[in-house]
């Protein structure tokens, strides 16, 4: 068997990995908003989903790695750190990171940071699949804002019907 086929195969694995963790993390989340708080069960529940992302990550940034290695070690004509695919890659990758720290430290609103590591999770399966169209470096980031922002509506009103109604005061 080939490495490179190797590669890819873990990297594509990793990418999907992240990305129905992404979906299941949340699900759970609105589920575990439902009753208007969480609980420590639900806690655990939700750890152990991050501990899935964290694992597709890994599985997605040391293939990569692996990619460009055995693209340098083989001599390739094409080296992937010189395309625009690689490039999209790596910012996912830290884009996917920096929003996942900063929701844990609350520095952007839980619903923006959500919905930029969901995209960015399904744009890294279909990349890695090569389900992504093919263009620019640029038209592949537009592509990704246009996607942001319509998951952002998309998990915002699916909170909104998850979330119970405030009481209202006499």
Do not use: C
Not at 86 to 93: E, R
Request: hydrophobic share 60%; glycine share 8%.
């Amino acid at each position: 068997m080939n490495v490179v086929a190797v590669l890819i195969f873990f990297q594509a694995v990793g990418a999907l990995f992240g990305a129905a963790s992404a979906v299941l993390g949340e699900v759970s989340y609105m589920h575990a908003l439902r009753d208007g708080h969480i609980d420590r069960a639900e806690r655990a529940h939700l750890s152990h989903l991050a501990r899935g992302l964290k694992f597709g990550m890994l599985l997605v940034l040391l293939a990569s790695f692996g990619l460009v290695v055995e693209a340098y070690r083989a001599q390739a004509v094409v080296q992937p750190a010189l395309t625009g695919s690689y490039w999209l890659l790596i910012a996912l990758s830290v884009l996917i990171i920096y929003a996942s720290w900063a929701l844990s430290r609350e520095r952007i609103s839980f619903a923006l940071g959500s919905a930029l590591v969901f995209t960015g999770w399904w744009f890294l399966g279909y990349l890695t699949l090569g389900r992504l169209p093919a263009g620019s470096f640029g038209a592949a980031v537009a592509l990704y804002v246009v996607a942001a922002a319509i998951f952002y509506g998309l998990l915002r009103y699916a909170r909104f019907l998850t979330t119970p109604p405030e009481p209202k005061l006499p």
